[in-house]
């Protein structure tokens, strides 16, 4: 009977990087639709929050990186602090990240609020403040407790804090981990980013704790975590909204539930849900031997492949091969470049010189042979120096840089026009 139950509902999110520069580099976003996006990103919050409100969940859970806390500004934590409040006795249960780290100096000091002119964080606010892990009771839950720490700089956090277990102290049948820190065996593509192995745990490591359930942040993959036995014992969210072509598709908030039956152990489980409005999708296509209009054609079904949606989404569209040197390709983005919100384009294509004849007695021709022989030179040159990687050596003219400079040449002798590719 549902009356026997014990219930607990949550809303877990995390890694929402509100401010993060990282938003204006990758994407090329012009400067009004950073702007935009910055604004959408605070409204899809708002969205889950009043979602969560709506429901009356009994916590909201944020295992760290809310915001960039280097370039987090005083209005985007003004309306964090309005958000919360709103949410009356619900308490919020944040757990720093590397990037909204506990410093001195950070905005979840409350003595850095009143430095700056802001008010105080809601009292239903409640924010782990030192690097060793804490338990905070539920205001109104006598069962509940939340376990917690807090990233204290922006480094990485080498320790493996869960190797032994974490004194929980509270006595209460439910104990909610709130946890910034990377799980061995993620996969997700940012799983290979440099720094991204910090404050490292493995499943067993997790399942060794006395954890009813953990809210993990820091890997940007939504990601269920299961014990053993094949109960669910945590999960990611993932980022809250797409920031890079890493983070495809639809990003996630969890609403959680935990019940406890007459056979006194939990089961837990979570639902996804999508709060933003906007995706990004990242499409390729090789547009080799293509007439512009087919190009267009092709460009636009791949993007259209990915699941993109007209109008609303990001996408990123890899164009490589090579085309013949007379077709026309500044059009050929441009007919669909309205068609979304924005579109970026990484064009790896090449005009098709070195398939015609080219007379050696010409000012091309002695150009191409002496830019080949040194592309052959540049090259050798960093075979015997052992410099494999091919950025591995920024100073220094690489192979695909010479080759660059061979098709500016050509492009500025045939077409007295130069194409810059556009190399991200
Ligand atoms: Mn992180």
């Excluded at 905005?107 to 403040?129: E, M, S, T």
């Excluded at 890997?219 to 809250?240: D, M, P, Q, R, T």
């Excluded at 500025?412 to 026009?417: N, P, S, V, W």
Aim: aromatic share 10%; proline share 6%.
């Amino acid at each position: 009977m549902e009356s026997q139950l014990k219930r607990f509902t949550f809303l877990q999110l995390s890694d929402v990087h509100l401010d993060s520069r990282f938003l204006s580099v990758r994407l090329g976003l012009s400067h009004s639709q950073r702007y935009e996006r910055n604004n959408e990103m605070l409204v899809s919050l708002y969205r889950a929050l009043e979602e969560a409100g709506k429901r009356r969940v009994d916590a909201i859970l944020i295992p760290g990186d809310l915001f960039d806390a280097d370039t987090v500004t005083g209005p985007t934590i003004n309306y964090l602090i309005e958000s919360f409040s709103r949410l009356g006795d619900i308490p919020i249960i944040i757990a720093p990240g590397n990037r909204d780290y506990y410093s001195f100096a950070s905005p979840y000091n409350p003595k850095v609020l009143q430095a700056r002119g802001l008010p105080p964080w809601p009292d239903n606010v409640i924010v782990f403040d030192t690097d060793e892990f804490h338990t905070v009771k539920h205001p109104l839950r006598q069962d509940v407790c939340f376990i917690g720490r807090a990233f204290q700089k922006n480094e990485v956090e080498p320790r493996r804090l869960l190797n032994r277990p974490v004194a929980l102290r509270t006595g209460a049948p439910l104990n909610f981990f709130v946890h910034h820190g990377f799980l061995e065996g993620y996969a997700g593509p940012d799983a290979e980013i440099a720094d991204k192995y910090s404050a490292p745990f493995s499943v067993e490591e997790l399942e060794s704790q006395a954890f009813t359930y953990s809210a993990l942040g820091h890997c940007h993959e939504f990601a269920e975590v299961y014990s053993s036995a094949g109960k669910l014992i945590g999960a990611y969210g993932g980022s809250f909204v797409g920031r890079s072509f890493e983070e495809v598709g639809p990003r996630l908030a969890l609403f959680g539930k935990v019940i406890v039956g007459p056979s006194r152990i939990p089961e837990c489980t979570v639902e996804p849900f999508e709060f933003d409005n906007r995706r990004i999708y990242v499409a390729g296509a090789d547009v080799s031997g293509l007439a512009e209009d087919v190009m267009a054609e092709e460009l636009a079904l791949a993007i259209q492949d990915q699941g993109a949606r007209p109008g609303e989404d990001i996408v990123y569209v890899h164009m490589e091969g090579s085309y013949p040197p007379e077709a026309d390709k500044t059009t050929v983005v441009d007919r669909f470049r309205d068609s979304y919100f924005h579109v970026r384009v990484a064009d790896h294509t090449r005009p098709d010189y070195l398939s015609e004849r080219f007379d050696e007695r010409t000012t091309e021709g002695k150009f191409i042979e002496a830019m080949l022989e040194y592309k052959r030179r540049v090259e050798k040159g960093r075979a015997d120096a052992g410099v494999l990687e091919p950025d591995s050596a920024p100073d220094s003219v690489s192979g695909g840089a010479a080759e660059d400079a061979l098709y500016y040449g050509l492009d500025a002798l045939r077409r007295q026009k130069v194409d810059i590719r556009n190399v991200d």
